[in-house]
C-alpha cells in the first residue's frame, strides 16, 4: 500500500494476510461525505481495531485520514512497515525465494525480516482513551457529538485539538450515512467472537453491506455527495435530512434487513 490507499484501495488489501505500508501510504474511508457509507467489509477490520471496535468506528464516522506508518500498523491497516526506497529490492528479493514447501511461514519472516519500527509513535494510541469515550458501540452519533463537544473543553491541548477535528470530520458527513455507518459498524463489533452471529464473519459483513448498498445507493444524498464533492466540487451538499436530530431509525432498520423476492442476496 505505497501511496494512497482509499475506500475500494482498502478493500483490495485491507483484507489480506500481509498488508505491507511506507511512509508515503495514505489510508481513509471517506464514503460518509459523498453520501454513501463505508463499505467493502471496513466494518470487519474496525471491529479488530484498539478499543473494541472504537478507533474503527472513529474512522469510519468522520474518514480521518492516516498518513502516519505507526498509527496504520496500530490500528491494524498494516501488517509491515518497509520505507518507500525499500520496496522495489523487497519485490526483487521475495521473487527470489523458494516457496515451494510452507509459502506463509516464509513470507511473514521475509516480511519481518524486512520490517522497520516506525519513527514516531502512534499518535491513535496516545489517544485511545478519548476515543473511547466518544466512539464507543453503546453511543448513537448524536451522543458521540455531545462527548466530543466536551473533549474540546479538555486541557489537554492534544485531545481537545483532536475532538475539534473530529467534528469537523463528522460535519462532513450525510447524517444519514452517519446514522448508517453507526448502526452497521455496531452490529458488526458486537458480533465478533460470536461464531453464530454471520457478522463475525467476512462473508456475512460483505452480505449485509451488499444489502445498504443496494437500498442507499438510490437515496438522493449519494447523488449529492457525487455531485458535491466530485462533479461541481463545491462542498456544499444539501443532504436530506440536514440534521441528525432528523434521520428517521426505522429507514436505518430496514436497510439492514434481508433482501425481499424481488433481489437476490450476494452469493460468498
Known amino acids: 500500500m505505497d501511496g494512497v490507499t482509499m475506500g475500494f484501495g482498502i478493500g483490495l488489501s485491507g483484507h489480506g494476510r500481509y498488508r505491507v505500508i511506507t511512509e508515503r501510504t495514505l489510508l481513509a474511508m471517506p464514503e460518509n461525505a459523498i453520501g454513501l457509507f463505508p463499505d467493502v467489509g471496513f466494518a470487519y477490520i474496525a471491529a479488530r481495531s484498539p478499543g473494541e471496535g472504537a478507533v474503527g468506528a472513529y474512522l469510519a464516522l468522520t474518514g480521518k485520514r492516516i498518513s502516519s506508518p505507526a498509527d496504520a500498523l ?103 450515512s452517519l446514522c448508517l455507518t453507526h448502526k452497521h459498524f455496531s452490529a458488526v463489533a458486537a458480533a465478533r467472537g460470536d461464531y453464530e452471529n454471520d457478522l463475525s464473519k467476512l462473508d456475512g459483513v460483505m452480505k449485509a453491506e451488499y444489502r445498504i448498498a443496494l437500498r442507499s445507493s438510490p437515496r438522493n444524498d449519494f447523488v449529492e455527495g457525487v455531485r458535491a464533492v466530485l462533479i461541481d466540487k463545491d462542498q456544499n451538499p444539501k443532504w436530506e435530512p440536514a440534521n441528525i436530530e432528523d434521520v428517521d431509525m426505522s429507514e436505518v432498520d430496514s436497510m439492514l434487513q434481508p433482501l425481499q423476492a424481488d433481489a437476490d442476496e450476494l452469493q460468498v
Open 74 to 176: 496500530y490500528v491494524g491497516l498494516g501488517t509491515h512497515y518497509v520505507p518507500s526506497t525499500n520496496i522495489a529490492s523487497l519485490k526483487e528479493s521475495l521473487l527470489k525465494q523458494d516457496l515451494s514447501n510452507d509459502p506463509h511461514e516464509m513470507v511473514q519472516k521475509f516480511l519481518t525480516d524486512n520490517h522497520k519500527e516506525p519513527e514516531s509513535e502512534s499518535q491513535l494510541k496516545a489517544l485511545l482513551p478519548a476515543i473511547s469515550a466518544c466512539f464507543s458501540n453503546d453511543k448513537s452519533v448524536v451522543a458521540s457529538i455531545e462527548e466530543l463537544e466536551k473533549q474540546q473543553l479538555s486541557s489537554d491541548s492534544t485531545v481537545a485539538d483532536w475532538a475539534k477535528d473530529a467534528l469537523l470530520g463528522l460535519g462532513k458527513g450525510a447524517p444519514f
